[in-house]
């Protein structure tokens, strides 16, 4: 097999091209997987503080329907609600938990389906990442509100 002059070293270009196109396509495929992990990481923060705010709603109701006012459900301003690390998957979340009862307008002008002896309670919860702020990376928040009519 014969040489020509002008072929020389054209297996060495050959070979740094493909270095240069494996190394590029390496970098996107790691860096599209570091955004799939932070993606699957910020999703399960998501639903756990979906889950501990969901949590405070069930215990508003709960001591709503039990004691028929608001008055051990809602914690002071500033004052959190933290699940211990006891609680499996929603560890590191405040939750702040908040009721008041709704007073009905205009009583002598019932709306239809009014029923006197129901009072109405509307129950806030709002939980969030301990020791996170919001803008970073880490921050989760959930807010769920319910409105409830007992007896």
């Known amino acids: 097999m014969t040489v020509h002059k002008n072929e020389d070293g054209f297996t060495l270009v050959m070979a740094i091209f493909m270095l240069v196109v494996f190394a590029l396509v390496s970098a ?11 993606t699957s990481t910020m999703s399960m923060r998501s639903v756990r503080a979906y889950s501990a705010a969901r949590s405070g709603i069930e215990w508003g109701i709960f001591r709503v329907i039990t004691d028929s006012d608001c008055t051990n459900i809602a914690t002071p301003p500033g004052v959190d609600i933290v699940l211990p690390a006891s609680a499996n998957g929603i560890q590191g979340l405040a939750v702040n938990i908040g ?5 009905m307008a205009n009583p002598e002008l019932p709306s239809p389906g009014y029923d006197p002896g129901l009072a ?7 939980a969030q990442a301990v020791a996170t702020s919001p803008g970073s990376p880490d921050f989760a928040e959930r807010r769920i509100e ?6």
């Open 120 to 126: 109405t309670f509307r129950i806030t919860a709002n």
């Open 146 to 151: 319910a409105v409830i009519r007992t007896r």
């Open 28 to 38: 996107v495929l790691i860096n599209m997987s570091g955004v799939a992990s932070q």
């Open 99 to 103: 009721c008041t009862q709704i007073a």
